[in-house]
């Protein structure tokens, strides 16, 4: 393997971990919502990252969270 290897195959690891670690925190979020939800918002959270965790947060109402 060459450094170019190298450097892809280390950003794709760390993208993977962002994407993990998006997906645990939407998992155990304090909102107050149904379990169908917050297994939506950790998938599209797995799936998309960051962009998903705050896309689906900002459709939250405010009033589910403590």
């Known amino acids: 393997m060459n450094n170019m290897d190298i450097t892809l195959v280390f950003m794709l690891i760390a993208l993977l971990i962002l ?7 939407a998992f155990t979020t ?3 919502i149904k ?3 917050r297994f939506l ?3 599209l ?5 960051p962009l998903g965790y ?3 947060q900002n459709l939250i109402p405010l009033d589910f969270y403590e």
């Open 41 to 43: 918002w950790s998938m």
């Open 54 to 56: 705050y896309v689906y």
């Open 19 to 25: 994407h993990i670690h998006f997906c645990y925190r």
């Open 45 to 49: 959270s797995l799936l998309m990252g």
């Open 35 to 37: 379990n169908a939800q």
């Open 30 to 32: 304090k909102a107050h």
